[in-house]
């Protein structure tokens, strides 16, 4: 059973940058989306970004501008760039992998916290 994992989190600044990562330790078929959601405390998991299998990126209108989403398909790695960020960022960040046909992966989260 394939795992993911995530790290790049951490403590930054307002106007800092950080950079997710999301490893697949395994082999993930028929990927058909990979996102990134974020959780902050006493509110709903929401999805930040995604990427299809084509390439099609899709941001949630708060980090559109900010955040890029990116894969490396050969590293089994998929990528958060945030910049610009501010302290409504502040979550813990999951990476998901979505499948055509064996089911839905998440990652057991990292937490972004950005403050002065």
């Known amino acids: 059973q394939a795992q993911l994992v995530e790290s790049g989190g951490g403590l930054v600044q307002p106007g800092g940058s950080l950079r997710l990562s999301c490893a697949a330790s395994?082999?993930?078929?028929?990927?058909?989306?990979m996102n990134w959601y974020r959780q902050a405390p006493g509110k709903q998991r929401e999805l930040v970004a995604g990427?299809?299998?084509?390439?099609?990126?899709n941001y949630a209108d708060s980090v559109k501008g900010r955040f890029t989403i990116s894969r490396d398909d050969a590293k089994n790695t998929m990528y958060l760039q945030m910049n610009s960020l501010k302290p409504e960022d502040t979550a813990a960040y999951y990476c998901?992998?979505?499948?055509?046909?064996?089911?839905?992966?998440w990652g057991q989260g990292t937490q972004v916290t950005v403050s002065s």
């Open positions: 998901n992998v979505v499948t055509s046909y064996y089911g839905t992966y």
């Open positions: 395994g082999s993930i078929l028929s990927i058909k989306l």
């Open positions: 990427i299809s299998s084509g390439g099609t990126t």
